[in-house]
Structures are given as structure tokens and as C-alpha cells.
């Protein structure tokens, strides 16, 4: 199992900014209010996720490690099975198989935390008592130290680190109810509390997008048949530094979606006569039975089942509201 284990890390364990975004998620699953995440030399050597939220009983703690990780996986043939079956149920098996993680957790119901510590393909788990308020710590150090070929694919510090930044953003811009701090090699990055009232969403925006994409923001906010659209669009009053400011939520859940990218495009260009792209941060909540987010686990795409209606809903949407503020 550890062997398949490893092959299926490679599948998606492609560098730091990967292990961050399974541990978050975890924690955040958690139910955590607050995530600090600590990064050293770009993960490579540390990435530590430090939540509040339920734990995991120490009875659980070995099967966190290891759940699902069957034995699916016989031959080399079986890989593309693998792939399909994406990442569920086997992040933490698989970031484990190639790198040294512990897990050190405390439940509620407990007086006392505990520990966990696998190394590589070492299978057997070391479980002892530690000291850790409820929540969990997920540490993983010295990410691919026994698959040399996959270090060498690893980017600069630099690089690799501004990936695990664009991860934090994308969860601290889905999920605005919980508290985050981002440090590299002991500097704090990003601190950013838990954002209720417009003003403190603004201020998380401005923190994660900067002031100047705020400052020349229209507030989007509507509602019709169902659907609910809000969040801001930059003026082209705005100009850029970084590469891509886009981001599109569905019920909370990042995605890249041609349909959507032509409505606000298609919007934008209407109104605006401006053909760059705008920059945005958009949020569109639907009944989640009208939308199937789940078409691939990493790939970020979507399925809408009356596409057409989303489609004229966010165009229509974002036409009147760039029409009211046009000069
Ligand atoms: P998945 O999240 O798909 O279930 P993972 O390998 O990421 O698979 O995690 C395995 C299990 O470990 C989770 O289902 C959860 O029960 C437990 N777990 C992992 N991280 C945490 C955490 N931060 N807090 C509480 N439980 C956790
Ligand atoms: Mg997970």
C-alpha cells in the first residue's frame, strides 16, 4: 500500500502549494475558525497547518493516515484508474508516503493530545502523547526527501512559495467566516481575521487583491431566479501589476469556466468598449442541485444544468452595474 500510495502522491502531490491546499481544506472541513500556516523555504523543508477546529480522536489517528488507501493499486497499468478516482480520501496517505508528517491532534473529549509520525514508506506509525489545545496540526517536512525525481522538478523557493500564496488566497477569498496567518521563514505574510461586515470583507479583499483593486472596484450585488451574484469588478481605472486578478466562486468553490468568463467578458467590452480582460472577484451562489462542481476534483470545472440562464445572468448582472458607474 505504501508503494501505491506513493505513485498515487505523484499523481497529485506535485509541490508544496498541493500539500497546503489538501491540509487547509482539511482544516477548514474541520470546521476550524482559524488556520495559521507556516512555510519554510518554500514548503520544501517545512509546511505546518495549525487549526481549532474538531481534531481527530486518537483512536482515529492512524486511520487518517492511512484511510482508503487500499491496495487498489497492483501495477503500473492501474495509474490511470488512479487519476480518475482523483485525490478523495487519500490526500493525507499519499502527502505522507513522500515526505516526514505528523499529526498531532486533540478532540473536545479528550484531557490529553496525541501524535502521529509516519516517515516515507515507513508503515509504522508512532503514536504518542503531545501537548495541543482541540484542533490539529498537520507537519510536514522535507516534502519529496525519497523521490529525488520529483524534487528536481521543484521551482525556485521563490516560485514555489508564490504558489502556496495564490492557494491561501483563493481560501481566504472563499471563505470569509474563517481567521487566516500565512508566514514564510518566520515573517508573517498575511494575517487576516475572520471577515463579517462588508466593511471587514473589503478589507480582507484589499489585503489578498490590494487597495488599488478595491479602490477602483464597482460592488456587485443581485439576485433573480434564484441565483445569486456579488462580489467586485475592477474599472479599467485599475491597472494590474499582477498577471490575473480572476476569480469566480460557485457555492464557495473556485472555478475556471468558459461560460462564465464570456458573460463578464462579453459585459465588460459592452459597456466599458474595453477589450482587456477584466479583473474580478465574483461569487455566484446557486441551488446546488442546478450545478455539478465535481466534473473533476483538481481541474476547478463546472457544469451548470441551465447554463443559458447563468450565462444571461451574470452578462445582464454585470451590464447594468458597469452602465450606472460608466462616466
Ligand atoms: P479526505 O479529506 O478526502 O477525507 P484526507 O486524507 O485529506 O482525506 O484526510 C483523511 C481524514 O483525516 C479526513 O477524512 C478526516 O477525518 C481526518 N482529518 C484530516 N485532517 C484533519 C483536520 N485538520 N481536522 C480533523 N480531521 C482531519
Ligand atoms: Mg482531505
Avoid at 4 to 21: D, F, L, M, Y
Avoid at 158 to 170: A, G, L, S
Avoid at 198 to 203: G, S
Avoid at 277 to 284: G, K, N, T
Wanted: charged share 30%; aromatic share 6%; with cysteine.
Amino acid at each position: 500500500p505504501r508503494l501505491a500510495n506513493q505513485i498515487a502522491a505523484g499523481e497529485v502531490v506535485e509541490r508544496p502549494a498541493s500539500v497546503v491546499k489538501e491540509l487547509v481544506e482539511n482544516a477548514l472541513d474541520a470546521g476550524a475558525g482559524r488556520v495559521d500556516i507556516e512555510i519554510e523555504q518554500g514548503g520544501v523543508k517545512l509546511i505546518r497547518v495549525r487549526d481549532d477546529g474538531s481534531g481527530i480522536a486518537e483512536a482515529d489517528l492512524p486511520l487518517a493516515l492511512s484511510r482508503h488507501a487500499t491496495s487498489k493499486i497492483l501495477t503500473l497499468d492501474d495509474l490511470e484508474a488512479v487519476g480518475t478516482l482523483g485525490f478523495r480520501g487519500e490526500a493525507l496517505a499519499s502527502i505522507s508516503s513522500v515526505s516526514r508528517l505528523s499529526l498531532t491532534s486533540r478532540t473536545e473529549a479528550q484531557e490529553a493530545a496525541s501524535r502521529v509520525e509516519v516517515e516515507g514508506r515507513d508503515m509504522d506509525a508512532k503514536i504518542s502523547p503531545a501537548a495541543h489545545p482541540v484542533g490539529t496540526t498537520v507537519e510536514v517536512r522535507d516534502l519529496f526527501f525519497n523521490t529525488p525525481a520529483r524534487r528536481k522538478f521543484l521551482r525556485t523557493e521563490k516560485t514555489e512559495f508564490n504558489h502556496v500564496e495564490e492557494c491561501i488566497r483563493r481560501q481566504a477569498l472563499s471563505r470569509f467566516d474563517a481567521g487566516f496567518t500565512l508566514r514564510h521563514n518566520q515573517r508573517v505574510v498575511q494575517s487576516l481575521r475572520p471577515a463579517e461586515s462588508p466593511l471587514d470583507k473589503e478589507r480582507r479583499i484589499s489585503s489578498l487583491c490590494g487597495q488599488q483593486f478595491i479602490d477602483n472596484a464597482v460592488v456587485i450585488d443581485a439576485e433573480a431566479s434564484g441565483l445569486r451574484l456579488w462580489g467586485w469588478v475592477a474599472l479599467p481605472t485599475f491597472s494590474r501589476s499582477q498577471a490575473d486578478l480572476q476569480y469566480f466562486f460557485v457555492n464557495g468553490r473556485v472555478i475556471r469556466d468558459k461560460l462564465v468568463a464570456h458573460a463578464v467578458r462579453q459585459a465588460y467590452r459592452d459597456v466599458l468598449y474595453n477589450n482587456r480582460h477584466p479583473a474580478f472577484v465574483l461569487y455566484l451562489e446557486v441551488d446546488p442541485a442546478t450545478v455539478d462542481v465535481n466534473v473533476h476534483p483538481t481541474k476547478h470545472e463546472v457544469r451548470f444544468r441551465d447554463g443559458r440562464l447563468v450565462h444571461d445572468f451574470i452578462f445582464r448582472t454585470l451590464h447594468r452595474a458597469l452602465a450606472d458607474v460608466r462616466p
